[in-house]
């Protein structure tokens, strides 16, 4: 069954502390792994899509990246307004439909 | 206006009232999308339509009804629903029914009492 997990649930970080967030997806068939951004009460925000293995984009204190079987979401030097939780999802050839997983909640100290 | 915009935010109804929600985009996008949204749970996909045309029905209650007019508005139809159906209902919109972004709407906090 396809699938994507994500990890950690949740993550405290002091401002300043860099870190990563990971999510493992369906391997067969990838035909797009996206990052989202979503703020309380508010919907998921775009900020990535990584089509193939070695595949890198970055925005601000943000880079995804990604493997034949896991993509990062590496935040640097993250400040407080970098608090939300992290959605990833994946869109196979198998499925053809977007699945997401259930998210990293960050929340980020001054 | 541009992007998605759903109304109305939010939304308190009884079980045997019938509500809708509306979602229009303003992105000249083919595909729009009904997703639900319950706490500690992974966003599920409700209803796909492409070019107008429903293309995916995940095994939704026939409580929930979809409607897509045209390319700029969808609607979601609801009646008898049950207290479980009390999540954040999100539409969304893409270029095309596939592998390209999806971009979201506020969503609509729906309460059922």
């Known amino acids: 069954e396809d699938q994507v997990t994500q990890s950690p649930e949740a993550l405290r970080l002091q401002e300043g502390e860099s870190s990563s967030l990971n999510c493992s997806y369906t391997?067969?068939?990838?035909?797009?792994l996206f990052w989202y951004r979503q703020d309380p009460g508010k919907g998921p925000e775009f900020l990535f899509t990584?089509?193939?293995a070695g595949e890198e984009k970055e925005k601000e204190r943000l880079k995804a990246t990604l493997t034949k079987k896991e993509s990062f979401l590496h935040i640097t030097a993250p400040k407080p307004e970098d608090s939300a939780t992290y959605l990833c999802?994946?869109?196979?050839?198998?499925?053809?439909?977007?699945?997401f997983g259930t998210g990293t909640r960050l929340k980020v100290l001054a | 206006e541009t992007g998605v915009t759903q109304t109305p935010r939010h939304l308190v109804m009884g079980m045997t009232n019938k509500k809708s929600l509306k979602c229009e985009q303003h992105l000249g996008h083919n595909a729009m999308y009904w997703y639900k949204q319950s706490a500690k749970k992974p966003l599920e996909l409700m209803f796909v339509y492409s070019l107008e045309e429903r293309v995916e029905n995940n095994s939704v209650p026939s409580r929930f009804s979809p409607e897509c007019p045209n390319s700029s508005h969808l609607f979601l139809h609801l009646h008898t629903l049950q207290p479980e159906d009390s999540a954040l209902y999100l539409c969304?919109?893409?270029?095309?029914?596939?592998?390209?972004?999806?971009?979201f709407g506020q969503g609509t906090r729906l309460t059922v009492v």
């Open positions: 990584l089509y193939s």
């Open positions: 999802a994946e869109f196979t050839s198998g499925t053809y439909k977007y699945i």
């Open positions: 969304a919109s893409s270029q095309e029914w596939g592998h390209t972004e999806a971009f």
């Open positions: 391997v067969s068939g990838l035909r797009g």
